[in-house]
C-alpha cells in the first residue's frame, strides 16, 4: 500500500497569522518590525536544525535586527504559541486514511522548543508512523535527506511515498529524492486517496 507523507505547517498545522505575527511583534518590544522579521528569517535556519538554544537565537535576532530592548524571554513565549493551531479537519482526514492502513509520516521545519511542545500539546502525532522534526536530523526542507529519512523511518519506499506539500519547492525536492509528490491546496487533495 503507498505511503503517505505530509508536511506539518500548511498542511496539517495552521502557520502563523497576521494576528500572531503581531503577537509575536508585541511580545518582542522592539520598535523595528520589519528589522525583526528580517531578522527572523534570515537567522531562522540554522536555529530550525538545532543549531542554537531558544536564548541563544533571540539574543542574535535582537542583535541581527539592531534592537537590543527585544524581550526574549516573551519572544519565545509569543513563538512557540503562535505555532500551535491545527487544521482538524486535515488532521481527521489523514487519521482516517492511516485507521484504514496507510503508513503516514510527517515532516517539519522546527527548533527544538517548538517540536517539544508540539509533541507534548498535539497527542494525534503519536498515530503517526514518523514524525520528522529538521531539530532532530539536522537537516531541514527543502534539503532531500529530510524525506530519505522520512521514507526510512515509515519503513516505505520513496517511489511508493505521496509527499503533500503547500510548498512547491518541497514537492521538487521530494519528487528530487524519488517520492511522488502533490502540491496540497485543500482537505479534498488528500481525501482522494
Known amino acids: 500500500m503507498t505511503a503517505l507523507l505530509f508536511d506539518l505547517y500548511g498542511v496539517l498545522m495552521e502557520g502563523r497569522t497576521a494576528e500572531g505575527c503581531r503577537r509575536v511583534e508585541v511580545a518582542a518590544g522592539v520598535s523595528d518590525v520589519d528589522a525583526l522579521w528580517t531578522a527572523y528569517h534570515q537567522l531562522r535556519p540554522a536555529y530550525e536544525v538545532g543549531a542554537h538554544s531558544d536564548q541563544h537565537w533571540w539574543e542574535k535576532v535582537a542583535a541581527f535586527a539592531g534592537a537590543p530592548e527585544l524581550d526574549v524571554e516573551a519572544a519565545i513565549t509569543a513563538d512557540w504559541e503562535t505555532l500551535m ?84 519547492a518541497h514537492v521538487a525536492a521530494a519528487k528530487a529524492a524519488g517520492l511522488q509528490g502533490r502540491v496540497f491546496t485543500s482537505v479534498a487533495d488528500i481525501a482522494e486517496l
Not at 117 to 122: F, I, N, V, Y
Not at 132 to 150: K, L
Request: one cysteine or more.
Open 85 to 168: 493551531n491545527p487544521f482538524y479537519e486535515n488532521v481527521d482526514t489523514v487519521l482516517k486514511l492511516h485507521d484504514a492502513g496507510y503508513t503516514c509520516g510527517v515532516v517539519g521545519d522546527l527548533p527544538v522548543s517548538i517540536a517539544e511542545r508540539l509533541r507534548a500539546r498535539q497527542e494525534w502525532l503519536d498515530e503517526f508512523d514518523a514524525v520528522i522534526f529538521s531539530c532532530d536530523i539536522g537537516v531541514r526542507q527543502p534539503d532531500t535527506r529530510v524525506y530519505t529519512v522520512a521514507v526510512d523511518a515509515m519503513g516505505a519506499t520513496a517511489s511508493d511515498t505521496i509527499f503533500f506539500d503547500d510548498d512547491p
